[in-house]
């Protein structure tokens, strides 16, 4: 039972300038914060794979224009029509990736900064 009362006790150490001690609460909210910021991290990584399939048709296409002296277009328009089609789709892909992925960061960014106009205590640490 005296561990139970030395709990209970104020400590003598503390001043009236301290800050308040984080309560439960402010567990929860950090919590909180911590899993919007691991989700921030992964829409993150799906806006790096959103410019990587972007980047493949386009450094594709640019492959064939380069080297587009050493072939004639009407003799292998069969191999370049589904190609192309193929670029667009990736494009496209790559296109509703990105878009996708700045809304749900720009979503968690929304999150988090209500989370800090509820409490003050947990502003002070993030930007």
Known sequence: ?????SVDKPCAQHSEDD???PSVRDGVLINEIQLLLAEKRTYLAFLRTGIAILALPLSL???LIATS???RVIQVWPLL??????CAALAVFGIMMIRTAVQKIRHADDLIRKLKEKNTVIAEFIE
Request: charged share 10%; glycine share 0%.
């Open 19 to 21: 800050p308040p001690a």
């Open 69 to 71: 002296q050493h072939y």
């Open 1 to 5: 039972m005296a561990d139970n009362e």
């Open 61 to 63: 296409i640019s492959f």
């Open 81 to 86: 029509v589904p190609l192309l089609c193929a």
